[in-house]
């Protein structure tokens, strides 16, 4: 059966006079995120990117303005006297808003809710784009993580913890992207922040690293959907998406380089997809396209919400079975109960009752 991604132009639209719906994009100024963020505006959505400075949120700003009038200016010459597409043009879009963090930086993620729960009530989605650091040389954050841990995991869980109220008002959605490279996670998961991979070379052990972060946040988000059956969390292997601008601390690597540009190229050419399908995956389950189960009779008594909530899918927006490890429910316990440790042992305060 071949598979295809949904047409986002039909997902369901929030006119935003109506009814306030609200998103969170994290690294959303950027490549997939960038894509999301657009994506979300379209539809209706009031959309906090949150980035590292001003300037990019600025350029990201500036581009999705521009490519929403690209977009109306063609549509309208090109049907304009079609009147379904006359009531499209006149749709309201949404409204975009900055919330500076810096994933490497806990402090600076905490400063960034409490500037959201200041201004919002409620949060419809919680979205993680990816754009963590990847095959990096091990460096610990000024927080004690791993680089690659706290970009990719340790902040994402922060953020989704300490924004626990204002998703569960919404009864609102959490979705992570994740990576086939969780794959690579052979090992429990008991231990994480002690599991570095600090051995040579750098460059092969960074993707384990990688690996390690995207394998917790499946994990975590097995739990906190049982923990908080209101809301619906969803891990997203949108396929590989390779921009060489990540990797450059490889390909820019003394006569090595070379080899990792060339098979970034190859691997993109056979098995990429673009920053667009790679937010597409995305979009499609945040805005209720979930395409995923079996006609069973349980998929027939109970909700498609209730079935896959905390479940891992594919570009397609298919629930499929992530690793073992991932999968395994007792270590994705573990890996709650020690996140949650290890974010109070740095005086940050997580609700008792998690």
Not at 7 to 36: F, S
Not at 119 to 138: K, Q, T
Not at 251 to 259: A, C, D, R
């Amino acid at each position: 059966m071949e598979h295809k991604y949904a047409d986002l132009a039909t997902l369901p639209y929030t006119d935003p006079e109506k009814e306030h719906r609200v998103a969170i994009v994290l690294n959303g100024d950027k490549k997939c995120g960038y894509h999301i963020s657009l994506n979300l505006y379209n539809h209706g959505y009031t959309v906090y990117i949150g980035c590292r400075n001003v300037a990019n949120y600025t350029k990201a700003y500036e581009q999705i303005k521009l490519q929403v009038n690209k977009t109306n200016s063609g549509t309208k010459t090109k049907r304009k006297n079609n009147a379904k597409q006359e009531t499209a043009e006149k749709k309201n879009f949404g409204r975009l808003e900055y919330l500076p963090m810096d994933m490497k930086d806990l402090k600076t993620v905490m400063r960034a809710v409490l500037r959201f729960q200041k201004a919002e009530e409620r949060l419809d989605l919680l979205i993680d784009s990816g754009g963590g650091y990847i095959g990096v040389a091990h460096q610990t954050t000024k927080d004690g993580f791993d680089l690659q841990l706290q970009t990719n995991y340790v902040s994402q869980a922060l953020c989704a913890l300490l924004l626990l109220p204002q998703i569960n008002h919404a009864k609102g959605k959490i979705i992570f992207m994740s990576s086939v490279c969780h794959f690579l996670q052979y090992q429990t998961c008991d231990a994480f922040e002690k599991q570095t991979y600090d051995y040579s070379p750098s460059f092969i052990f960074s993707w384990f690293r990688y690996g390690l972060a995207k394998t917790l946040c499946i994990q975590f988000l097995k739990i906190l959907a049982i923990k908080n059956p209101s809301i619906t969390c969803y891990s997203v292997n949108p396929g590989i998406v390779i921009n060489t601008n990540i990797f450059s601390s490889l390909t820019t690597l003394p006569v090595l380089g070379i080899f990792f540009w060339l098979f970034f190229q190859m691997v993109t050419l056979l098995f990429g997809v673009s920053e667009q399908k790679g937010a597409a995956s995305v979009v499609q389950l945040a805005l209720g396209r979930e395409r995923s189960l079996p006609n069973t009779k349980e998929h027939n008594t109970k909700s498609s919400v209730d079935l896959v909530s905390g479940k891992y899918f594919n570009k397609y927006g298919i629930a499929i079975n992530p690793s073992p490890v991932a999968n395994n429910l007792d270590n994705s316990a573990s890996t709650w109960i020690l996140t949650v440790r290890l974010l109070r042992d740095r005086n940050i305060q997580i609700p008792s009752d998690l």
